[in-house]
């Protein structure tokens, strides 16, 4: 088969290899799109530590089932699927307990962090437990499929803390994940939704995306508009969507007392944080981990258009054009948001 391999930092080639071999519990999809995920970037030129070369990247796919294993059931060779980006084990007893992304043992698709090296979906064919596969509608195209699992994300970070009724949002940081939080919040009903980035294409999109306000954080005070905003209260919940110490301090000082912040980004692995205020407004701080069992949601709010990612998908292209594509996202291409691959 055709995959797109890292072979060493910020080198991607299309090369020919194996095709995945399938354990009985598992299923061979062939890839028809696949998302390229700012993870990915990052793993571009190893400045995360998890995609160590050599490897083929990829986690946000969807397919066509080719085979499957011996003892799997429920799938069949041309069913339509996507699939989780974690492989959770299904026996330990975060898996037991209902929290597949807390999973003792889990892999991601398209990573090598040292512990583990697992093949991802940029190629024609990726192999996964059936145990993550989901069957899609016949409506819902390839590639508004393949992001399903980035959706997912934005699903299970709002679920871990919904506004009340009629409540007040913010979501720091307008990429791709922080429109899709968006999108999910006015699907529950929150009535104020700020949206904060440093780039005003990405807040004018985040306006069609259902903000109610932006704010332009090269040129304002974050919790001092949030504040003007809300009557001098404070939202109810922020998402942090970047994952620095200055974003994540700025969401901490625009909720409320007694508000939570959830925090979905992860860039910088330490950060210092604002402590008294948190204390003395008795502030929640909750971690948002990919997704848990959220995925068959996602596809109804694809399938049924609650979710829109046609504004955020910026381009679909062949295999053969990963290795461009790549570098402009790498070097900041700003006309490039969501990147489709075809294999």
């Known amino acids: 088969?055709?995959?797109?391999?890292?072979?060493?930092?910020?080198?991607?080639?299309?090369?020919?290899?194996?095709?995945?071999?399938?354990?009985?519990?598992?299923?061979?999809?062939?890839?028809?799109?696949?998302?390229?995920?700012?993870?990915?970037?990052?793993?571009?030129?190893?400045?995360?530590?998890r995609r160590i070369p050599p490897l083929v990247m990829g986690h946000e796919a969807a397919g066509v089932v080719e085979r499957v294993g011996g003892s799997v059931e429920g799938f069949a060779p041309g069913d339509r699927v996507t699939f989780d980006s974690m492989v959770s084990?299904?026996?330990?007893?975060?898996?037991?307990?209902?929290?597949?992304?807390?999973?003792?043992?889990?892999?991601?698709?398209?990573?090598?962090?040292?512990?583990?090296?697992?093949?991802?979906?940029?190629?024609?064919?990726?192999?996964?437990?059936a145990r993550i596969l989901y069957t899609l509608p016949d409506g819902l195209s390839f590639e508004r499929a393949a992001l399903t699992e980035a959706v997912s994300i934005?699903?299970?970070?709002?679920?871990?803390?919904?506004?009340?009724?009629?409540g007040?949002?913010?979501?720091?940081?307008?990429?791709?994940?922080?429109?899709?939080t968006i999108q999910v919040l006015r699907s529950k009903g929150v009535r104020a939704i700020v949206a904060v980035d440093l780039d005003q294409q990405k807040l004018d999109l985040a306006r069609r995306m259902g903000a109610t306000h932006v704010v332009n954080a090269t040129t304002s005070d974050v919790p001092a508009d949030v504040a003007d905003m809300t009557g001098g209260r404070g939202v109810d919940v922020a998402y942090e969507v970047v994952g620095h110490g200055?974003?994540?301090?700025?969401?901490?000082?625009?909720?409320?007392?007694?508000?939570?912040?959830?925090?979905?980004?992860?860039?910088?692995?330490?950060?210092?944080?604002?402590?008294?205020?948190?204390?003395?407004?008795?502030?929640?701080?909750?971690?948002?981990?990919?997704?848990?069992?959220?995925?068959?949601?996602?596809?109804?709010?694809?399938?049924?258009?609650?979710?829109?990612?046609?504004?955020?998908?910026?381009?679909?292209a062949p295999l053969e054009a990963g290795p461009e594509l790549f570098a402009r996202l790498y070097h900041g291409d700003k006309s490039l948001m969501k990147v489709i691959i075809q294999p």
């Open 1 to 49: 088969m055709r995959a797109l391999l890292l072979s060493e930092y910020k080198k991607l080639s299309v090369v020919d290899m194996p095709v995945p071999a399938i354990a009985d519990d598992d299923v061979l999809v062939r890839v028809r799109a696949c998302g390229v995920c700012g993870s990915d970037i990052h793993g571009y030129d190893g400045s995360t530590g």
């Open 89 to 129: 084990c299904g026996a330990c007893d975060f898996c037991r307990d209902g929290q597949i992304n807390l999973c003792e043992v889990r892999m991601v698709l398209g990573v090598s962090c040292g512990d583990y090296r697992r093949h991802g979906a940029f190629a024609e064919y990726v192999a996964v437990p």
């Open 154 to 166: 934005a699903v299970h970070a709002v679920n871990r803390r919904v506004p009340a009724d009629a």
């Open 168 to 180: 007040t949002a913010l979501v720091i940081g307008a990429g791709m994940i922080g429109l899709l």
């Open 246 to 316: 200055g974003t994540l301090a700025a969401a901490i000082r625009s909720v409320r007392k007694g508000g939570t912040v959830v925090v979905v980004g992860n860039l910088s692995p330490t950060v210092e944080l604002p402590l008294q205020s948190m204390v003395t407004r008795e502030i929640s701080v909750l971690g948002s981990c990919g997704s848990n069992g959220e995925i068959p949601e996602c596809i109804d709010l694809l399938a049924r258009g609650v979710i829109d990612v046609d504004p955020i998908i910026s381009v679909t």
